[in-house]
């Protein structure tokens, strides 16, 4: 019987349409770094797909040297240890920290890093608790993208290029932060890592909370 959080993701997002099973060695590893809710959506679900790949839950091991990339010089390395737990279709990740929860998301397509002061500061279990609870009620339109019309364009970018991968997505060429247009025509269909390796490369992220005192924020021993 699934659990509650399961439960209320998969009513929202529809059962997975690729599932990868999470090994017990993987979910031993990140038992004591990540919340028991989330080692327990991955034993009853595993590292899958849902909404045709919209959204992937992911194995944070997989993700690490992309998340290092991209909070590199962001000041948040020394707040929390941070992993990505999911990812949409357009590359935009969910980062959980160990002690600050869900508090960070890298939107890879924008060139931004989207957090919180608020969100950046130690979380006691049950406030991890709730974290985790959040991230499990994302709705299905928080991981779409919007073209230059305002029109969605995650069903037609399927149907225009086909399902993806464990390790694709849709990116757009030429990208966002040289100037390229968030049009169904720009989309293409690449690989996940070589995409979002470059985009970083590009230029340094915008960080909405930039000019906040990081320092005021790192976890004192």
């Avoid at 929202?12 to 770094?33: H, N, Q, V, Y």
């Avoid at 357009?90 to 920290?97: D, P």
């Avoid at 269909?189 to 790192?218: C, E």
Wanted: glycine residues 8%; charged residues 30%; hydrophobic residues 40%.
């Amino acid at each position: 019987m699934r659990g509650e959080d399961s439960q209320v993701f998969i009513d929202e997002f529809g059962e997975a349409t690729l599932r990868i099973d999470a090994p017990e060695s993987s979910i031993g590893k990140w038992s004591g770094k990540l919340p028991d809710r989330i080692l327990e959506f991955w034993k009853d679900e595993g590292w899958s797909a849902y909404a045709d790949g919209l959204l992937w839950i992911v194995d944070p091991d997989d993700y690490e040297d992309i998340v290092d990339e991209w909070l590199d010089g962001s000041g948040l390395d020394q707040i929390d240890a941070f992993h990505a737990i999911a990812r949409t279709a357009f590359g935009k990740l969910y980062i959980f920290g160990e002690s600050t929860g869900q508090s960070v998301t890298i939107n890879c397509v924008t060139n931004s890093i989207f957090a919180l002061p608020r969100n950046l500061k130690k979380r006691d279990q049950r406030g991890l608790d709730i974290s985790v609870r959040s991230f499990f009620c994302t709705e299905q339109k928080a991981c779409d993208l919007a073209d230059e019309e305002g029109k969605r364009l995650f069903k037609r970018a399927l149907s225009s290029l086909g399902l993806l991968a464990a390790d694709e997505m849709y990116g757009f060429e030429p990208a966002i932060v040289l100037g390229g247009k968030m049009q169904l025509e720009n989309l293409r269909k690449v690989k996940l890592d070589q995409h979002l390796t470059i985009l970083r490369q590009l230029a340094a992220p915008n960080m909405p909370f930039s000019g906040v005192d990081i320092d005021s924020l790192i976890q004192k021993p």
